[in-house]
């Protein structure tokens, strides 16, 4: 369990190194997982692939090894201390950053999670972004911005020749040096990128998003989605609150 300390840390800083929170075999199956996955037919973004990074997500009905990570790690505790009681898993991905081999174009730009939804609301959602192998400076790990969450969801812009959004920051951040099965976990309005892999191999890395049960996107517009109500949606502890925007249709 976390301590007071590390809660703490957590809120003050919006991030948190939780340590080794995937068993070996829980990253094995990942990482065979992984390439089950970005090699598949089904998708057709793995050819060629210098400078680029592969995303595959909402993988859970396909995968045991997806739901079992994010069901039953280490973290899972932890982040009802957090967040709970009522918490569900609702979104996963792995990112597969290959060799930039000078291309440039391998990293990933300052954001927030909740740049690319919306806004979510109450924004105690968190990430764990854990490594399939160990990540550093050269593979391209993640870094965080400590304090970044507290000025609220920032306006994002959109980068050109690409659909990742971003935000203008000044510094480098912490990189989050992990070893495989290490996860950094933070806010959903904590400030992260990943710069370009140096080296001549992928950077594999799995990220599980959780959030308050009865928390909302889009909270911008007037008819707010609760996420609980999207695909891949995993409850790791408690209920969602029934309400109006909860209620099934009425049939007939
Ligand atoms: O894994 C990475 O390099 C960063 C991925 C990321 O920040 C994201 O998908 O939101």
């Not at 609702?90 to 597969?96: E, G, I």
């Not at 400590?146 to 480098?172: C, I, Q, Y």
């Not at 009865?214 to 609760?226: F, L, M, Q, Y």
């Not at 029934?242 to 249709?249: F, G, I, K």
């Amino acid at each position: 369990m976390l301590t007071s300390e590390q809660i703490a840390q957590f809120h003050e800083d919006g991030y948190l190194m939780l340590g080794k929170v995937l068993t070996d075999s829980q990253v094995e199956a990942l990482v065979a997982d992984e390439k089950r996955f970005r090699e598949s037919p089904l998708w057709t973004d793995n050819q060629q692939p210098t400078g680029k990074t592969i995303f595959r997500s909402q993988l859970g009905p396909y995968s045991t090894a997806v739901r079992d990570a994010g069901l039953t790690g280490a973290h899972v505790p932890l982040i009802q201390q957090l967040i709970g009681p009522n918490v569900i898993y609702w979104f996963s991905q792995y990112v597969t950053k290959y060799p930039d081999a000078n291309s440039g174009k391998s990293d990933f730009p300052w954001h927030q999670d909740n740049g690319y939804s919306k806004g979510i609301s109450p924004a105690t959602n968190i990430t764990v972004w854990v490594a399939l192998e160990d990540v550093n400076e050269q593979n391209g790990c993640v870094y965080v911005m400590p304090g970044s969450h507290k000025d609220g969801l920032r306006d994002h812009g959109t980068r050109a020749e690409s659909w990742h959004l971003t935000v203008a920051v000044e510094g480098n951040g912490v990189p989050a040096i992990l070893k495989a099965g290490e996860a950094v976990a933070f806010t959903g309005l904590t400030l992260h990128r990943s710069l370009l892999n140096h080296t001549d191999q992928p950077r594999r890395g799995f990220f599980m998003e959780y959030a308050d049960a009865d928390a909302s996107e889009c909270v911008t517009t007037p008819n707010p989605r609760r996420i609980v109500e999207r695909m891949c949606v995993y409850f790791v502890s408690g209920q969602a609150t029934l309400d109006q925007l909860s209620a099934p249709p009425p049939l007939g």
